[in-house]
């Protein structure tokens, strides 16, 4: 990091599979982790694990679909760490599912989940940003977002939203130090991804040009580099990792 001062990063739903290697890498870039969790049991096993193999990373609870939560949990971060500098979104579920027999509880959970908690999370956090003269949001979304998905109309709705906000939020804050981009990764190799029936996940692996899933540490290192400075360029754009399985 060029900076003397070390920066406070926020990952959301930090304990699952993308959330824990963008910890692992952000750490290793000398940043202080803040690791947002849901799950307490799982989150502390999580904590300790990592520190374990030697990183030492700071959880926080929030429910990033609540609005209030959130700020709660933006508050006691400043007040105990400092004020968050670099925001990666990246908590989402699904709830997958043919359109023709898709619940209303499961559309609202994985809006509330995937798009409002970006909201709820990037408001809390935008006005120290600017205040500051620096800032990151970097918007976890997915290829389903950009192509569409047999039995996700409710995530790729969200994924897509992630998207037509960081161009709008990319476009208020650009003179103001902070910039807003989303990263979409394809199918990697994570437990959302491996809880699609193994038939239907081998169908799709075929429609991959690389033959393969994603590394989740192949996400981290995108998500490092539009974190650094060496990004202070980029802004409001939709960068693909997907192993060509949907270019246009
Ligand atoms: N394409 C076309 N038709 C399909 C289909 C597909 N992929 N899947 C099912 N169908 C058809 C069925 O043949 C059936 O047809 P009939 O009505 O004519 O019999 C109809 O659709 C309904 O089938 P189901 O009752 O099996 O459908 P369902 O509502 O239970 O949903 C599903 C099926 C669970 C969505 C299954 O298709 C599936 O798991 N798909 C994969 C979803 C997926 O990729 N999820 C990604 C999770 S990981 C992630 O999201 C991370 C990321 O960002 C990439």
């Not at 699609?196 to 393969?212: D, H, S, T, Y």
Request: proline letters at 1%; glycine letters at 10%; aromatic letters at 8%.
């Amino acid at each position: 990091m060029s900076t003397t001062e070390k920066r406070v990063v926020l990952v959301t739903g930090a304990t699952g599979g993308l959330g824990t290697a963008m910890c692992k890498k952000l750490y290793d870039d000398g940043y202080i982790v803040v690791a947002n969790y849901h799950s307490e049991d799982k989150a502390k096993k999580w904590k300790e694990k990592l520190h374990e193999e030697g990183y030492d990373i700071n959880i926080f609870y929030a429910d990033v679909a609540d609005f209030d939560s959130v700020g709660k949990m933006v508050d006691k971060i400043a007040a105990e760490i400092g004020h968050v500098d670099v925001l990666v979104n990246n908590a989402g579920i699904t709830r997958d599912g043919g359109f023709r027999k898709m619940t209303y509880e499961n559309w609202r959970a994985v809006i509330a989940t995937n798009l409002d908690s970006v909201f709820n999370c990037s408001r809390h956090v935008i006005n120290h940003m600017i205040e500051k003269g620096f800032g990151r949001i970097i918007n976890i979304s997915s290829v389903n977002g950009q192509r569409g998905q047999f039995g996700q109309a409710n995530y790729s709705a969200a994924k897509a939203g992630m998207h037509g906000f960081t161009k709008t939020l990319a476009m208020e804050v650009a003179n103001k130090g902070v910039t807003v981009n989303t990263i979409s990764p394809g199918y990697i190799g994570t437990d959302m991804v491996m809880a699609v029936k193994e038939e239907i996940r081998n169908q799709i692996i075929a429609q991959i040009p690389l033959g393969r899933l994603g590394g989740t540490e192949e996400v981290a290192y995108l998500v490092s580099f539009l974190a650094s400075e060496h990004a202070n360029f980029i802004t409001g754009a939709n960068m693909s990792i997907n192993g060509g399985q949907h270019v246009y």
